[in-house]
């Protein structure tokens, strides 16, 4: 008899409690946003729209507060209750220290109401205000999840128009929701994926390289774009940019196991595909350089690229090798003909010259001051021998193409 007088005597405590918060909900609504224009400076910074929907979300605590009070099991899913009111751009203008901010003040207000009411008040309000605590981060953590997804579909796609060479005019603009913070030259990094890749430590190593990159995985092959984040006019005087070459250095162990190839220096991320392409045709021919280094530059396997039949190769090779050396002298291109076919022997290409193997040596110091690439090293003697035919082939075409006089 005395448990069910006790219980009786509390359901009519509740019930005279649950009445008292119904009288003053729309009084702790008023206070709610008093409080929140004295204590929290950012709320009165916000457009006046924001302030609404913030005041409502408030509001709606207070209502939701009074309904589970009323039923604590009637409400499981607070979240719903507390949020639902208040609109998507909510999400993305207020953060979630900023929301726990609000529900202190909401709980504050509350508790200031109600500090002379019973304990079974003080220990609700205590319960609901740790449930929508929980559940305003189960809310931020979905919206960072969706758009943790929505962000890695959006780099897929563009990281697959980079390499296809097919974007359009919304390419900056899908980069610059990525929050793509290079501003400066960008090159291509092309490797083996792994089997479990890290992507944050990627971008981290990225960053402290002065650089970001975007990330492409394309069945097994794993594909980072990198931007340095200060173009290289920019850079201060009696300085020098990082290379693209140690950049790729330091993301190399991001990379499984295999061939890597960076991609040539381009002006700009609208520009990458031939840098995409270049890394890509080099990759694909990397295993056929036994001594090939990790990362190995695009422009070092020409050769092998040219062979597979890659045109961009094709035309490097000639435009800058060939080309430049027939148009500065002929002697020099002669002199490196020689010395390619003797099995690059300085005293065999000096009698078939007849000159002194010394002169041999300044001409081809002078080839290498032209070109870049030293001959008298076995791994440019073959990117120079191959530019050396494939020039001599087109030209001989471009002659029978040419129309004869009468």
Known sequence: MT?????AGRERDRERTLAWLRGVSGELASATIKR???????YGEMPPGRRSAVGMVAQAGISSFISWFEDPRATPWVAADVFGAAP???????????TLQLIRVVVEVVEDRAKDGDDVLQEAILMYSREVAFASADVYARAAEARGLWDARLEALVVDSILSGEYDDELPSRIAALGWHGHGEVAVLVGTAPRQLEVDTLRRTARHMDADVLIGVQG?????????ATPRDDTPDGEEPVSFMTIATALE?????????LGNEVPGVVDASTSAKAALAGFAVARAWRGAPRPALADDLLPERA?????????????????PL??????????????????????????ELFVHPNTVRYRLRRV???????????????????ALIIGAMSESAATRRRPTRR
């Open 3 to 7: 448990l069910r007088a006790d219980a």
């Open 36 to 42: 929140l224009e004295e204590t929290l400076p950012w």
């Open 88 to 98: 998507r751009e909510l999400l993305r203008s207020v953060s979630l220290q900023q």
């Open 220 to 228: 097994s092959r794993l594909v980072v774009v990198i931007g340095r």
């Open 253 to 261: 162990p991001s990379f499984g196991e295999g061939h890597l190839v």
């Open 307 to 323: 062979f597979a039949g890659d045109p961009l190769a094709r035309t490097a090779l000639v435009q800058r090798i060939y080309t």
């Open 326 to 351: 027939k148009d500065s002298s002929t002697e020099l291109l002669q002199t490196l003909w020689c010395y390619l076919d003797t099995g690059r022997s300085l005293e065999a290409t000096a009698r």
């Open 368 to 386: 290498a001051d032209i070109i870049g690439w030293d001959a008298t090293h076995a791994r440019d003697a073959l990117i120079v021998q191959s």
